[in-house]
């Protein structure tokens, strides 16, 4: 229920509050004095995007708040939806600065259109001429028998089972296409598998190759050297491992005359265990050392080998080449399993196909069981409104799956005697529709959850008793709803626990539009002029006086 609405600095509004009583609220007022101007601040609250030229002075930011409370309409889980701190009292708060840039908050969190969208869609219900336009449309109708047989829980498990569906369908389809582009490439992808398998390459394998191509092709030289250093070493007449030995016996001889000889006696023991053992290194690895032409011309050829596979790959190690031999080792799996993976997700597409199907098929045998009673009741009431010859009728046709089942809906209408039924688009009047979209939200009053039912002008070409009979179901719906109501008549007018009137202050420079609650002397003028003009009668005045009273 909204329980408080503060509009500054929109449109013509300079500064407007107003607090909506819980049942039916009235506000009347003068054409263009701003009453619509309110309806489209409404919109801003509920998620519509901001028009450019709403400020009224631009030197200053517009704000529009609206205070609802929702505790009884069990929103906290849609609040959490969207990350939102929930509160038995929903503040929602719009800001639109004079270059049109829009903020939104929710209980002072700055949100988005969207999720003012979701929950505007749980706090208010508009009626509008656009909404009456809407009434043509087959979806808007669709979603009126839904409401009407109380579908949501089944329309919620079509919905999620046809999103299934799709999704199978997808990846069925995904599939097929994967497969023609992979049976393109499946010869080539087989022929560079096959050559990287049949190389059979090795983490490491090129690091050592080039190493011991570098010693084979140097083999003659490494020797040479080798040798060399065991000349010097141990095997020439003059060699270190003698010269080493020599010291040392000299430095033994003095030994005994002081500790720092000693020392350098053991530093050259050490010395001479170190050469020792590099001499037998030495002629290791002069035994490893040996000149092998087809050695050579093997590593040569392996390293040939990947070098050209590199080059055909674009890489520079065997590591990349591994990575590329595995994913071409899945793609010529996938090409072995592809067959298999298509018709399962052949099959799953088909499981949730005819689950689709199920629920749709229960689904439109529930809106068809409310058909008649619906016509019914929409011809009984738009007989009280005046309109005893009124048919309706409701057309079902079968359709493809979509989003919303397997039916589309004509609702066809007739407002004369003997003139058969047509779609609304071409059988209503203006009048016609308004009293015709009357009928079905007092209808859907009892069907939805929906708080605040806001209806814009409703009445338009009714008059007399019949608008006396739309009142008395104004005043019906607001036992159960708040109802705010924008009029032009005063049998309308009349009935209204809370009466606001719009007008036109131009005691300044600039003109702007102001609301206020009407007391019961002032309604009853209020009301005699809706009947007598500017200057009402007393017998206008008396009619205003029997018009509130039978309220």
């Known amino acids: 229920m909204l329980s408080n609405l503060s509009i500054e600095n929109y449109a013509l509004i300079r500064q407007l509050r107003i607090k909506p009583v819980s049942s039916l609220n009235i506000i009347t007022g003068e054409t263009g004095a701003g009453k619509s101007i309110m309806l489209g601040a409404l919109g801003l609250l509920l998620g519509k995007r901001a028009e450019t030229k709403v400020v009224f002075d631009e030197s200053r930011k517009c704000i529009i708040e609206g205070v609802f409370d929702v505790k009884a309409y069990e929103m906290k889980a849609l609040f959490e939806a969207y990350d939102l701190d929930y509160e038995n009292e929903c503040i929602i708060r719009r800001e639109i600065s004079a270059n049109g840039k829009s903020r939104a908050f929710i209980n002072d969190t700055p949100t988005t259109l969207d999720a003012l969208k979701a929950i505007g869609l749980r706090l208010m219900d508009i009626h509008s001429q656009h909404e009456t336009l809407a009434l043509g449309n087959n979806i808007y109708q669709l979603q009126i028998l839904d ?3 109380g579908n949501k829980s089944l329309l919620e498990a079509y919905q999620q089972a046809y999103s299934a569906f799709r999704e199978k369908q997808r990846i069925h389809q995904d599939l097929i296409e994967e497969g023609t582009q992979i049976s393109k490439e499946a010869d080539y992808n087989q022929f560079l598998f096959e050559e990287l398998d049949k190389a059979q390459l090795q983490n490491g394998e090129q690091e050592e190759l080039e190493e011991e191509l570098s010693r084979l092709e140097h083999a003659e030289e490494i020797k040479t050297k080798l040798n060399e250093a065991l000349m010097i070493s141990d095997q020439s ?5 003698s010269m080493i030995q020599e010291l040392k016996s000299i430095l033994s001889s003095i030994s005994s005359y002081g500790k720092n000889y000693d020392n350098l006696r053991e530093r050259l023991e050490s010395l001479q265990i170190e050469l020792k053992d590099i001499v037998n290194e030495l002629e290791t690895e002069d035994g490893k050392v040996e000149v092998d032409p087809q050695r050579t011309i093997e590593c040569q050829d392996r390293l040939n080998l990947i070098y050209k596979l590199q080059q055909k790959h674009q890489v520079s190690s065997i590591e990349e080449l591994l990575v590329i031999y595995d994913d071409l080792g899945g793609k010529v799996l996938r090409v072995s399993n592809l067959d298999e993976a298509i018709e399962e997700a052949a099959k799953a597409e088909a499981e949730a196909l005819k689950k689709a199907k199920d629920l749709a098929i229960k689904l439109s045998e529930s809106r068809i069981s409310v058909t008649k009673k619906f016509s019914s009741s929409v011809c009984e009431l738009l007989a009280e ?10 057309k079902r046709t079968e359709t493809a799956l979509n989003s919303n ?3 589309s809906i004509d609702i066809l209408f007739s407002a004369n005697k003997g003139i ?4 609304l688009k071409q059988a209503a ?3 016609e529709f308004s009293r015709l979209m009357f009928a079905i939200k007092y209808i859907l009053a009892d069907k939805t959850a929906l708080p605040t039912i806001v209806f814009d002008e409703i009445d338009t070409g009714i008059s007399g008793e019949i608008a006396i009979k739309m009142a008395q179901m104004m005043q019906k719906m607001a036992s159960n709803h708040q109802v705010i109501t ?3 008549l005063p049998q309308i007018a009349a009935k209204g626990a809370a009466h606001y009137f719009v007008f036109k202050d131009e005691s300044t420079s600039t003109t702007s539009s102001q609301i206020k609650l009407l007391s019961a002397e002032d309604r009853v003028r209020e009301i005699a002029e809706m009947i007598g003009g500017k200057n009402p009668s007393s017998t206008a005045f008396d009619s205003a006086k029997e018009l509130i009273g039978s309220r």
């Open 385 to 394: 409104l005046g309109m005893p010859n009124a048919t309706v009728e409701v």
């Open 429 to 431: 009047s203006g009048g």
């Open 486 to 488: 924008i009029t032009h």
């Open 420 to 423: 058969a039924p047509s779609p």
């Open 405 to 407: 089942g397997c039916d």
């Open 147 to 149: 409401i009407i047989a």
């Open 237 to 241: 007449e003059f060699n270190a491992s």
